[in-house]
């Protein structure tokens, strides 16, 4: 019981934003949580999901604000996201909103996987 009259809903751990609006699309999830990039993208086909629409998804909530924090080991200095060129950064879970939105960032400064 999830306190909504006749609601069923049941958790299920997938693998980040971008299964579930693939799942969601295909109809093998009836919801699902997602980044708003990765919702952003998939939706309107640009980005990772170029030519690849998800015409289908719709929002139904805006749950919380997304906010993203670069950490790094005392003692490091960086003036600016382009300093990062060249050097091996955590970006989240593959597939996920944060690893999304992250590569969107940091590719503004000319960083990128490569």
Do not use: W
């Amino acid at each position: 019981n999830c306190g909504v009259p006749g609601l069923v809903a049941i958790a299920q751990s997938t693998n980040a934003s971008a299964h579930n609006v693939n799942a969601i699309q295909a109809g093998q999830m009836e919801a699902g949580l997602s980044g708003a990039a990765t919702l952003h993208f998939a939706y309107h086909g640009v980005g990772k999901y170029e030519g690849n629409a998800k015409p289908d998804l719709r929002i139904i909530a805006n749950l919380y604000p997304e906010d993203l924090h670069l950490v790094m080991p005392k003692g490091s200095s960086l003036n600016g996201l382009g300093d990062l060129k060249g050097k091996r950064v955590g970006i989240a879970q593959a597939g996920s909103g944060t690893q999304i939105a992250v590569e969107l960032i940091v590719g503004d400064h000319g960083v990128n996987r490569d």
